[in-house]
């Protein structure tokens, strides 16, 4: 039975010293086990979250989100009677309360990775937001070999024998997307949940230029290793 107690979450947060606290707090009312890593930030993030009664690991340097993902992972992989990890960001772009419904799809399907899927909910997306996210996560549903109808969505649970295989070489936004990669290469169905679309005044910390190359690069990289696990030896 997947429940509260068995479930720890963490929140990968950079310059997030006006939400953390709220965030955080709300977590806490669903799980028992709750980590905060603050990646680097100059601002009070690292003193908010603590404020909220949460453990707290901190980046001297910014290391990017997919690195503080990594370090939470790590944190939890090994504890005893933990069976998944909940990932959600500290912005308040993911609805604490709605972190029940991970636990529900765990408990009835038992999938290695569970994603939130905001894509019912497109009209309070914007445009340019909700066209990209249909477009990646097309890509990334070629290059995984099912549909995951948003693979843009930060807000994920993950079995705890599945993390040990997702410490890639991938440090930023482009972690999230190799990490549905490999889950899919080990076999593993990507379960979807449906979650709210929710977007305040926050500044995205995506880099349009720079995080684009990576993607590009990333799905370029799987696309041709797909291609050579396939390819057929001519006969001699």
Known sequence: MIDRTNVAAVIPAYFEGRSIREVAARVRLQLDRVLVVDDGSSDATAEEARAAGVEVLRHEVNQGKGAAIKTGLRRFSGTPGLKYILVLDGDGQHL?????????????????LIVGNRMNDQQAMPLVRRLTNLSMSWSISQVCGQVIPDT?????????????ALYCDSNNYDYETEMLVIASRLGCQVAAV???????DE????HPVRDTIRFVQLL???RQENRELVRVPRAA
């Open 96 to 112: 604490p309360e709605e972190i029940p419904a991970f636990m529900d799809e765990a408990n009835d399907s038992g999938s290695a």
């Open 152 to 164: 843009q969505c930060g807000f994920r649970m993950i079995r705890t024998d599945l993390a040990s």
């Open 194 to 200: 449906p979650v709210s679309t929710i977007y305040g």
């Open 203 to 206: 500044t995205s910390k995506i």
């Open 220 to 222: 370029a990289r799987y």
